[in-house]
């Protein structure tokens, strides 16, 4: 019980700790986004790679014979990633990290119920008083304001959210999660060159910071926490697995305003109880529901 929270609580912090990367990158212009992503997808599809050949060894070495690849993933999975890590770092250039994980978090959850809904899954009434009131929240949220200098930064993000939501829901029928993540983030590089190009066409400059600030969250907040979060997943219920999720804005907002002074907002504020309260209580009424 204790190695499955702390792997989850590791995996939450990465999750947090992408947000934070991206925004302290972008913010300083150490690096362009376009080349964020690139650099990004590349370390984390090393990294993935890495681990997945050590786990085959590992395996090997046990059963004395060859483990088969289960689960190459797919193309569409892959295109679902890129677009969720291109978006992801756009958006980063003109958002606070706070207020881009809320957005990104909450598109998620909202994609995967969306999913369950167009699928016919029941719902309850107090659920769909959940689901309006976490609709509601998202739209105060994206309403022009001072923590959201744009509409279309939120956007963005929102776009990015959906793109993830996708991501995971097709994940769900993967025989080998791990094999699946790393096949689509190696999958996805096919697309990398056209970012190298459009990046080398506006070039404005990259500094070794912004390089490292990029392998750092491919490498280390993509790559490793995804392995990690991917050991805690199967031991926790799905219920439990959608509530600790929603624990990630709360934390990369912490880390904005301790790290880059990032300013906490009233509109922040009400915009995260709204739209993770009601969440919430949509996930706990599923699972009373089961």
């Given at each position: 019980m204790l190695s499955t929270v702390l792997y989850t609580l590791i995996a939450l912090c990465a999750f947090a700790a992408n947000s934070l990367l991206c925004r302290m990158a972008l913010q300083s212009g150490d690096i362009d986004p376009l080349s964020f992503t690139a650099i990004r997808l590349a370390s984390g599809a090393l990294i993935?790679?890495?681990i997945l050949l050590w786990q085959t060894t590992l395996l090997r070495s046990k059963s004395q014979s060859a483990q088969p690849l289960t689960d190459k993933g797919s193309n569409i999975s892959a295109?679902?990633?890129?677009v969720y890590a291109l978006c992801f770092s756009v958006a980063y250039v003109d958002l606070n990290t706070?207020?881009?994980?809320?957005?990104?978090?909450?598109?998620?959850?909202?994609?995967?119920?969306?999913?369950s809904v167009?699928?016919?899954?029941?719902?309850?009434?107090?659920q769909w008083g959940a689901l309006f009131v976490a609709f509601a929240g998202f739209i105060y949220l994206m309403l022009p304001s001072a923590t959201v200098p744009s509409f279309m930064p939120a956007m963005l993000m929102a776009l990015s959210g959906v793109a993830w939501g996708v991501y995971s829901i097709r994940g769900?029928?993967?025989?080998?999660?791990?094999?699946?993540?790393?096949?689509?983030?190696?999958?996805s590089l096919i697309l990398v060159p056209i970012l190298v190009f459009l990046a080398v066409v506006d070039w404005q400059g990259i500094t070794a910071s912004g390089v490292y600030l990029a392998i750092a969250s491919g490498a280390l907040a993509s790559g490793l926490g995804y392995s990690i979060w991917y050991i805690a997943l199967p031991r926790l219920k799905s219920s439990q697995a959608?509530?600790?999720?929603?624990t990630v804005p709360v934390l990369a907002?912490?880390?904005?305003v301790v790290v880059l002074d990032e300013q906490l907002t009233a509109r922040?504020?009400?915009?995260?109880?709204?739209?993770?309260?009601?969440?919430?209580?949509?996930?706990m009424a599923k699972k009373r529901s089961v």
């Open positions: 993935l790679l890495g295109l679902s990633l890129f706070g207020t881009g994980a809320l957005i990104l978090f909450s598109a998620v959850q909202l994609t995967m119920i969306g999913h167009l699928n016919k899954e029941p719902l309850s009434k107090v769900k029928s993967c025989s080998s999660p791990l094999q699946a993540t790393s096949f689509n983030f190696l999958r959608g509530v600790v999720q929603l907002t912490l880390a904005g922040l504020v009400v915009a995260s109880a709204l739209i993770l309260g009601a969440v919430l209580v949509f996930l």
